[in-house]
């Protein structure tokens, strides 16, 4: 007895338990009950140790997985790691050891420390995808998509870091520069491997109104798809005799196009150059606009540049001849990586009109007085009658719209057209540390995919992992050569490795049945356990990592080996933690470490704090006076299991006949219970849930003294700490089994979770505060549910608030239900 709360003694002793008895895995016949729920955290990336935002991810996850399993649910919460990619890598560039080494010392700290933090995790599930038997399934899946055409390989100009010897992919590129290593990027032709996501654009938008995903995350979505209808419309350049179609939303303004711009990677740009005088001055450009992110050209207030290319074509609505430029605010990637330009109405095209001293012509009449335009008002984003476009002017912009297309389509000039911003995914890498693609190449039967049976192809061992412009895997020259699987004569291995998205595109099924020798999964298993239930993770993934598994579930349910079309049917995004206001990161020394704070105050109080800091999907700020704040709390509610064990066992405290202060903390303890399970409903609310223990815990403490005395007071104390207990248990595992086993015998994961008395909800107490013209006079105790009347009385039957009413007129009388009551007098 009496002994401090002292974590390092109670959390082993679960840890251990959890882990001999495998509490947490759940056979799959699991997921034949309609109550199933698979619960998925983004696995992680295992480099180093786990940090804050781990803590965080897996601790928002394991409440919820805790929450679910005492509803009835049977909840599947697996754990991997997501073990490809550059961090170990480039450490093995550095130190020559197998990549393999510090991954696996990486993933043997982040196991530790799950433990340690008592995850609620079926650790039976559990794999790396840089493990041959899982890869395997991966190189299986690039086949499957290989087979049917969406996996295939082109020529493509690609981002070139020359420092790392590697592709990039766009977002890796940050203001023209290498995100990893800040060298200067490139764009270098290559063939490379991409998959034609492209194909399932239409599904990919669609399909997002039948999940239930943040909204803000579906618009990630949406926009990076970036779908829109308009037409496609023939230039042609009648010198070279080349068509150019432009893909443009509004064709109504096909007659004011006064020039044309084309892309810098535009692979003609040499090509039309030639032979005009322009050419060096089109080279010179061209290779400073490359070095220039998107998002730099995109912008609309980047003062317009370009340089003319000698050469003109023709507008097919009136056969004029216009000037063509190339200039970087026309991106390759949209479109067709050539626009019209209309001045009028577009203001980028207007900027590099004013800058090139081109004309500028209003073919849509608007009576839109809008600032910042000319004196014309120009451009003119507006609707309104056509004018300066032959047979179609007086007609509205909008009805010409499609006259226009039709007599477009009608002169094979043009025809209506859906363009996308996403892209074909390019999963190629010259990289050593990731998986290989299974392909060989023939000299006579050229490009063969190796043979399910000849699958995984391993990863051959090699010296040197540095890539010198190629992969490294083209060093490993025994590995490379190889035989034709069709026709048996040499043949040589693929060298590129596969993008680590890749792997983590699936991982989720594979959960399901990992040590299948036989399949990728078992289809009974994808079956029922999927969709994912509740997916969480960070932010930062919202675009990529849920575009790129959305697009593999729809094209495997394609193969016909899933039946869901979509992965995820929850998603919860968390925001980061920062720290004095910033973002944690090992250069401004702002880092937490949750090792540290786990071994000084308990993995518990860690988890509790990181849960209690605000809702989860916002970003909070730690602070170290918030993490004793919690441990205090717990102790107290140690202390207070401490103080009861040993009294009102036994006695039924749910009885009628209690009344008064053991009355009101019953009353407290139904109260918190209803609030937390309403708080867990509507979904992650979790600060207000240990708020609300919080408020039973001192309740608890104010009450006990006095409630001790008889029997069923002390019953009453020794509920409201379980309760405490079986409530803060899915945040600090190890303190609510210990105190539920103290006080209530068994195992609190096993119980159902509580159901608040109704009765007693009602009967709730609150503390009101009196004032008098706005001052604190007294506070007062009332029902929850107290109509203002009642409360009005309450107020005024109080001794200290009559001493300031006495002689005096009370000219308003304000209630606020369960805050205050204010008395205006004069
Ligand atoms: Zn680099
Ligand atoms: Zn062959």
């Not at 654009?201 to 995903?213: H, K, P, Q």
């Not at 009765?759 to 709730?764: I, K, M, R, T, V």
């Amino acid at each position: 007895m009496d002994e401090r709360y002292d974590p390092s003694k109670i959390e082993p002793k679960w840890q251990k338990l959890w882990a001999d008895e495998h509490t947490w895995e759940v056979p799959n016949e699991a997921a034949l009950d309609a109550n199933k729920s698979y619960v998925l955290v983004m696995l992680p990336y295992p480099s180093g140790e786990p940090h804050i935002g781990h803590l965080k991810v897996y601790s928002v996850g394991d409440a919820i997985a805790h929450y679910r399993r005492r509803i009835g649910q049977k909840v599947l919460n697996p754990m991997g790691y997501d073990a490809f990619g550059l961090p170990a890598e480039n450490h093995a560039i550095k130190t020559g050891q197998h990549p393999r080494v510090s991954t696996d010392e990486a993933i043997a700290s982040f196991q530790r420390q799950f433990r340690e933090w008592g995850i609620s995790i079926d650790w039976s599930r559990e794999f790396g995808t840089h493990e041959p038997r899982y890869y395997r399934w991966t190189q299986w899946i690039f086949l499957q998509l290989y087979e049917r055409g969406l996996a295939y390989r082109k020529d493509a100009a690609v981002k070139w870091c020359p420092n790392d010897q590697t592709v990039l992919a766009n977002e890796q590129v940050i203001d023209g520069r290498c995100e990893r290593c800040g060298h200067e990027v490139e764009v270098k032709q290559l063939e490379q491997w991409f998959f034609r996501i492209t194909d399932y654009a239409d599904r990919l938008l669609d399909d997002l109104d039948t999940i239930e995903w943040p909204e803000h995350v579906k618009t990630m979505q949406r926009n990076w798809i970036g779908r829109s209808e308009g037409a496609e419309v023939t230039f042609t350049c009648e010198e070279l005799g080349i068509d150019y179609p432009v893909f443009t939303t509004r064709p109504d303004t096909l007659f004011g196009a006064t020039f044309f711009v084309m892309a810098p990677e535009h692979p003609d740009i040499e090509r039309l150059a030639a032979g005009t005088g322009h050419e060096a001055e089109v080279r010179a450009y061209v290779n400073r606009a490359l070095n220039e992110s998107a998002e730099e050209r995109g912008d609309i207030d980047k003062e317009k540049t370009g340089v003319p290319l000698g050469r003109t074509v023709t507008n097919p609505v009136n056969g004029e001849q216009i000037p063509m430029f190339v200039a970087d605010y026309v991106l390759m990637e949209y479109g067709t990586g050539a626009i019209m330009a209309v001045p009028g109405h577009d203001e980028r095209d207007y900027a590099f009109a004013k800058a090139f001293d081109l004309p500028i012509r209003r073919v849509i009449e608007g009576s839109d007085e809008e600032s910042g335009r000319d004196e014309e008002g120009l451009p003119y984003p507006g609707d309104g009658p056509m004018t300066g476009s032959g047979r179609f002017d007086g007609k509205g912009n909008r009805e010409a719209y499609a006259e226009i297309v039709a007599w477009l389509a009608e002169e094979g000039r043009g025809e209506t057209a859906v363009n996308y911003r996403l892209r074909d995914w390019l999963v190629s890498r010259q990289r050593y540390w990731g998986a290989p693609i299974p392909i060989v190449y023939c000299e006579q039967c050229g490009m063969v995919p190796v043979p399910d049976e000849q699958l995984p192809v391993e990863l051959p061992e090699i010296d040197d992992y540095a890539p010198q412009g190629k992969s490294p895997l083209a060093a490993a020259e025994d590995w490379v050569a190889t035989e034709c699987p069709k026709c048996g004569e040499p043949a040589r291995r693929e060298t590129d490795t596969m993008d680590t998205f890749v792997d983590s595109s699936w991982y989720f099924v594979r959960y399901l049945d990992p040590s299948n020798t036989e399949a990728a999964w078992d289809a009974t298993a994808a079956t029922h356990w999927l969709p994912v239930d509740q997916y969480i993770g960070g932010v930062e993934h919202a675009i990529l990592h849920l575009m790129y598994a959305r697009f593999f579930t729809k094209a495997l349910a394609d193969v016909g080996v899933l039946d869901v079309q979509e992965p995820f049917a929850n998603l919860f995004a968390q925001g980061m933690i920062t720290r004095d206001g910033a973002k944690m990161s090992k250069s401004r020394g702002n880092t937490v470490s949750p090792a540290e704070y786990v071994e000084r105050y308990g993995a518990d109080t860690a988890r509790t704090y990181i849960c209690f800091m605000g809702p989860p999907e916002r970003d909070a700020d730690w602070a170290d006076e918030g993490v004793e704040g919690v441990n205090r709390f717990l102790s107290r509610l140690w202390r207070l299991c401490e103080e009861v064990e040993g009294r009102g066992a036994g006695v039924d405290v749910t009885a009628p006949e209690l009344d008064g202060d053991a009355r009101a903390l019953l009353a407290k303890a139904h109260w918190a219970i209803d609030k937390v399970t309403r708080d867990f409903q509507r979904g992650f609310q979790f600060n207000t849930v240990i708020a609300a223990v919080m408020e039973l815990v001192n309740d608890a403490y104010r009450f006990k003294d006095g409630l001790y005395g008889d029997p069923e007071g002390a019953a009453t104390v020794r509920f409201a700490a379980a309760t405490a207990a079986s409530l803060i248990f899915p945040f600090a595992p190890h303190l609510g089994a210990e105190i539920w086993e103290r006080l209530q015998g068994g195992r609190v994961w096993e119980q159902p979770w509580p159901e608040a008395d109704p009765a007693l909800l009602s009967s709730e107490t609150v503390t009101l505060v009196v004032q008098v013209n706005g001052k604190l006079r007294d506070r007062i105790e009332a029902a929850a549910d107290a109509p203002k009347d009642e409360l009005l009385r309450l107020a005024h039957a109080s001794e200290k608030v009559s001493r300031f009413l006495d002689g005096k007129e009370v000219v308003k009388e304000i209630v606020v239900p369960g805050k205050l009551v204010n008395l205006v007098v004069r």
